[in-house]
């Protein structure tokens, strides 16, 4: 099965930079998703990473390591309108299942 | 672009109801899920399939079956709705392997 575990709720300023973690132990590994969700609304893809380093997407960066079982996602340059809950998934080697962890609440204050 | 529409966005049965929600997919995927979205604990995968007719237990398989007849279809089926399957349910789909999951607008389910 998969465990994935990433921190509940994170603050920061407009304009800054925010890192969110994300840390899995899987039974089989086969690409590592984030997702944005904005509340109310159907999660929206932001990135995949199956190779180790780090994937850059304008001002949204996401970082893997699979020896260390690790990924972040960076978001620079920060907008009121990042205000939302970001999901990290893995998906399974062996049965293509997709597991999310309980994702990270970002609050963006003016 | 891809969609995945799920039949109604908002839901209200009674205790004991046998309930269907429904999904379809316009890309020809594989792979279809239904999840389930509680505050604080996040999306968690109810059933998935891989492909026509097949079907595998997510992590809370429990009071839910699920039914893939035709590849664009996959149906969550609560067999005797409880209160406690109140709750925001999600379908997505995506093709086989190296590719985003897709998801559809929810449905809001109240079960009284």
């Known amino acids: 099965g998969q465990n994935i575990d990433q921190p509940t709720e994170m603050t920061a300023t407009e304009g800054a930079i925010v890192q969110i973690n994300c840390t899995y132990q899987t039974s089989g590994f086969n690409g590592l998703f984030w997702y944005q969700q904005h509340a109310g609304e159907a999660p929206t893809f932001l990135s995949y990473?199956?190779?180790?380093g780090l994937e850059e997407k304008g001002r949204f960066s996401s970082f893997l390591s699979r020896s260390k079982g690790y990924s972040y996602l960076l978001l620079k340059e920060l907008q009121m309108k990042d205000s939302a809950s970001y999901l990290c998934a893995v998906r399974d080697d062996s049965d293509y299942k997709l597991s999310f962890g309980a994702g990270t609440t970002v609050t963006v204050r003016a | 672009d891809v969609k995945v529409t799920q039949s109604s966005r908002y839901l209200v049965k009674r205790t004991g109801e046998k309930v269907f929600l429904e999904c379809v997919q316009d890309?020809?995927?594989?792979?279809m899920f239904w999840y389930r979205q509680d505050p604080g604990l996040g999306l968690r995968l109810i059933y998935f399939s891989y492909d026509v007719k097949m079907k595998e237990k997510g992590d809370i398989p429990e009071g839910y079956s699920v039914s893939r007849e035709k590849k664009e279809r996959f149906s969550l089926i609560l067999e005797s709705a409880s209160t406690n399957q109140t709750s925001m349910y999600l379908c997505?789909?995506?093709?086989?392997?190296?590719?985003?999951?897709?998801f559809g607008q929810g449905t809001r389910l109240t079960v009284v």
């Open positions: 890309m020809d995927h594989e792979n």
């Open positions: 997505a789909s995506s093709e086989q392997e190296n590719t985003e999951a897709f």
């Open positions: 990473n199956v190779l180790d």
